[in-house]
């Protein structure tokens, strides 16, 4: 028999692509994924699943190549955001199309967070793009989503795990995918050669980019004793404060709302804005699924 589920899917950056395993690995143990909530990776992977194309997206992330990232990122000209990731966001939006969450195959819900009233805003309704958008503006790396008298930013500030709301859905089955598990990175992911040089090559852009992204940073924030790791300092602390933040979140969403599978991404197998990571982290993402259920 077919057990139907709901997902809550956490946000966790970089980590999120372990979502696309998730997925992968449950629908191919023959559940039926009725119901999703997700937030920031969580709301744009469970999106892209609701709308049939998670598919077409895990196969774009896994071929980027050095003149891709050129072109999708750069510096942002404008105050609230260090990135500007509206190309990024116009590839997503041409994969989704014009689509309303309420046509949605599947129950869908996108968690975002409004700074005005500092309460969580649920996206039921209305255009799938807008909600996902609104759902992922990490605060400072991307401007933030004004919408009536809202000022919408990333939903992992006040809520990385939804499960709060598939709490009611009637499925056989809740499961929460926690991105921010302070546990041992025990999987180890042998990266085929083609995505191996694809990785370093990405990581190789991304890191320049850093560099320059430093430059609009006082130079006496950015000295460490660890020269090694000066080229990142802004993302490695600004990554490392979401996480710690969004774990002690996410333990509290994991106690107090009943989930009946919670499977955990470690901490550890990836930095938050480690983007070049996507074969490995959806790997991890199966390899997790299959040792939980």
């Known amino acids: 028999m077919i057990r139907t589920i709901s997902l809550a899917l956490g946000s966790g950056g970089a980590r999120g692509y372990a979502h696309i395993g998730v997925i992968e690995e449950l629908e191919k143990q023959g559940y039926q994924i009725k119901s999703i909530a997700g937030s920031s990776m969580g709301a744009l992977l469970g999106g892209l699943y609701a709308v049939g194309k998670l598919d077409e997206f895990k196969k774009w992330v896994l071929r980027l190549d050095y003149y891709d990232i050129y072109k999708l990122i750069k510096l942002s000209s404008v105050q609230g955001g260090l990135i500007d990731a509206s190309q990024v ?101 042998n990266i085929p050669k083609e995505y191996k040089t694809s990785e370093e090559i990405l990581y190789e852009r991304f890191t320049k980019f850093i560099e320059k992204a430093e430059t609009y940073v006082p130079e006496k924030l950015l000295k460490t004793k660890d020269t090694k790791k000066s080229n990142k300092d802004i993302f490695f602390i600004l990554g490392r404060t979401v996480d710690i933040a969004q774990r002690v979140l996410s333990k509290y969403s994991i106690q107090n709302f009943k989930a009946d599978i919670i499977i955990d991404i470690p901490r550890s197998s990836c930095e938050f804005y480690e983007f070049t990571k996507a074969y490995k982290m959806i790997e991890i993402g199966k390899m997790a699924t299959k040792d939980t259920i």
């Open 89 to 189: 966001f116009d590839k997503i939006a041409l994969m989704i199309g014009d689509v309303n969450i309420e046509d949605l195959p599947i129950k869908y819900t996108a968690v975002a967070t409004n700074l005005t009233t500092q309460k969580e805003v649920l996206f039921t309704k209305g255009k799938l793009i807008d909600a996902i958008r609104a759902s992922i503006a990490i605060p400072t790396i991307f401007t933030a989503v004004i919408k009536d008298d809202m000022i919408l930013v990333d939903g992992g500030v006040i809520n990385p795990l939804p499960i709060n709301v598939i709490a009611l859905d009637d499925t056989d089955l809740k499961i929460a995918v926690n991105m921010d598990a302070n546990i041992e990175n025990k999987y180890i992911v």
